[in-house]
Nanobody, 121 residues
């Protein structure tokens, strides 16, 4: 069974930092490009970032570029998203997902369960 389990979300103040993790199992993790997707309240899903199998970033959305860093540790089957200088607009449920293209937005069956990030004072 393929499992993607996100963790690390929570409540943070504007300007704060948070690191999300995604533990993968049931697949050859090192063979998959991966993405982070988020969905803010009342909005559709947004492709946040993507990373190649070997760890080279593929994509950052304009809204997070310079503030977020995607990384992975294939020896631990884990995907990460370091989020700095958080803004209220970053409030969303964050999902890790199999695949490293925009089409990943269309395949929610390949997302994890999500972890909620709330940025508020």
């Amino acid at each position: 069974e393929v499992r993607l389990v996100e963790s690390g979300g929570g409540l943070v103040q504007p300007g704060g930092s948070l690191r999300l993790s995604c533990a993968a199992s049931g697949l050859a993790f090192e063979n998959f490009d991966m993405s982070w997707i988020r969905q803010a309240p009342g909005k559709g899903p947004e492709w946040v970032s993507a990373i190649k199998t070997g760890g080279d970033p593929i994509y950052y959305s304009d809204s997070v570029k310079g503030r977020f860093t995607i990384s992975r540790d294939n020896t631990k089957n884990t995907l990460y998203l370091q989020m700095n200088d958080l803004e209220s607009e970053d409030t969303a449920v964050y999902y890790c997902a199999l695949g490293g293209t925009r089409a990943t937005l269309r395949t929610p069956s390949y997302w994890g369960q999500g972890t909620r990030v709330t940025v508020s004072s």
